[in-house]
């Protein structure tokens, strides 16, 4: 996702127009996969630090 949203943002400098509706589509996708990966990182740590086990 990140690539395709390189491209289209260089395409988009290259031929001086905005962002199209794709790029905008692939951040939303982007950020709400990110939510369950950042949640996954901080239970890891919270493993690390609190030890429960």
């Not at 289209?8 to 905005?18: M, S, Y």
């Not at 589509?25 to 939303?28: I, K, S």
């Given at each position: 996702m990140q690539t395709e949203m390189r491209d289209?943002?260089?395409?988009?400098?290259?031929?001086?127009?905005?962002l199209p509706s794709r790029y905008f589509?692939?951040?939303?996708r982007w950020f709400w996969?990110?939510?369950?990966?950042?949640?996954s990182v901080m239970a890891i740590l919270w493993?690390?630090?609190a030890k429960p086990l």
């Open positions: 289209l943002a260089r395409k988009a400098v290259e031929q001086n127009l905005g589509a692939l951040f939303h996969f990110g939510i369950p990966g950042f949640g493993l690390m630090v």
